[in-house]
């Protein structure tokens, strides 16, 4: 949702920390082309201001308490209300694609330049995908991991984490395989230890990401 004509880019700042909030406030308005029409401190009160509001872009952090960025990102991208960018401390992969997945378009952390942020956010108005270098990195090596992860199942591990995906409990997984209760938990310890997680609900996220099933 780039902005449209000469006007600036109207920007909603999201984060629970006031003195951010008023810190991120004051950098950009000192920019001629950027303007804060709004503020919130959980990602409840962003969806309901962006929904009245709809700015260009909504400078969003993840961890908050109540509703978090990566669930008030998917909402406010899933209405097409505007385009996010997260700006956020953490710079792991698990955070990292979640966000992007929600469909955040560029991902910064809070120890950025103030330039890198005012950088930021003009690309996002125009479209574009600015990623810090630090998260790009820890994105690239969560999708090798993952690829290397993948082609590492076997046919029958695959087999059963397609069915995890799609909710089965490990019963009804032995009983659409033909296989023993015991057969299917072993497999899915296995499973869990070469792609990495560390119990059913992050195992059916991994396949829903790497498209098993």
Do not use: C
Not at 56 to 73: I, K, R
Not at 105 to 116: H, I, Q, R, V
């Amino acid at each position: 949702m780039s902005p449209s004509g000469e006007g600036s880019i109207r920007v909603v700042i999201v984060d629970d920390h006031a003195m951010l909030r008023a810190g991120l406030e004051q950098l950009l308005g000192g920019e001629p082309d950027l303007e804060v029409v709004g503020t919130a401190s959980d990602g409840a009160e962003a969806v309901v201001l962006v929904r009245e509001l709809r700015p260009d872009v909504v400078l969003m952090d993840l961890q908050m308490t109540g509703v978090d960025g990566v669930s008030a990102t998917r909402q406010i991208v899933g209405e097409d209300l505007a385009d996010v960018l997260v700006l956020t401390s953490y710079s792991d992969a698990e955070r990292i694609v979640g966000a992007l997945d929600a469909g955040a378009l560029g991902y910064l952390l809070k120890d950025a330049d103030p330039d890198e942020v005012l950088r930021g956010i003009r690309a996002v108005a125009r479209g574009e995908s600015p990623i810090n270098p630090r998260a790009a990195r820890e994105l690239l090596g969560a999708r090798r991991t993952s690829s290397s992860a993948a082609a590492d199942l076997t046919p029958r591990e695959r087999e059963v984490l397609a069915l995890v995906r799609q909710g089965l409990a490990n019963k009804q997984i032995a009983r659409r395989l033909g296989i023993s209760e015991r057969t299917v938990k072993a497999h899915l310890t296995s499973t869990f230890q070469r792609i990495d997680v560390v119990d059913r609900t992050q195992a059916a996220l991994w396949a829903e990401r790497n498209d098993v099933g």
